[in-house]
C-alpha cells in the first residue's frame, strides 16, 4: 500500500520536519509567471485588462509570454496592486535595486 505524504514527514525527526516546511514556504513565495503574480494579488484577468486599458485577450498574450519589456512587466504589475524593483548584485559590488526601470518616456509606449 502506498505511503501518504502525511504519513511520510510523520516518520521524520522533528528538526528534518521543519527544514522541509521552512524550504517548501520559501518556494510558495516565489512566484512563477504572471498569471500566478495575478492569483496572487486576487485580480482577475478583466481586472488587470481594465487597468491596462487593454482587452482580456491580450492578459492572457502577456501572461504567456516569456519574454516582455521592462516596462510592460512595471505596468503589469502595478495593475495587479503591485511594484516593481529590480534588484542587482554585481561581483564585489554586493546587491542594490536599480530604479527607474521601465519607465515609459512621454511619447513612448509599451508594447
Known sequence: MPVTHEELMA????????????RAAELQAD???LKALRKLA?????QIA???GIK???VVKI???TD??????RRFVEA???TLELRIELPGTGAFTLTGVGEIDAGKQAV
Do not use: C, F, N
Open 50 to 52: 481594465q487597468s491596462l
Open 68 to 73: 516582455l519589456y521592462l516596462s510592460t512587466l
Open 42 to 46: 486576487r485580480r482577475s484577468q478583466e
Open 63 to 65: 501572461e504567456r509570454q
Open 11 to 22: 516518520r521524520l525527526p522533528k528538526d528534518r520536519q521543519e527544514r522541509i516546511k521552512a
Open 31 to 33: 512566484v512563477e509567471g
Open 56 to 58: 482580456q485577450p491580450s
Open 80 to 82: 495587479a496592486g503591485g
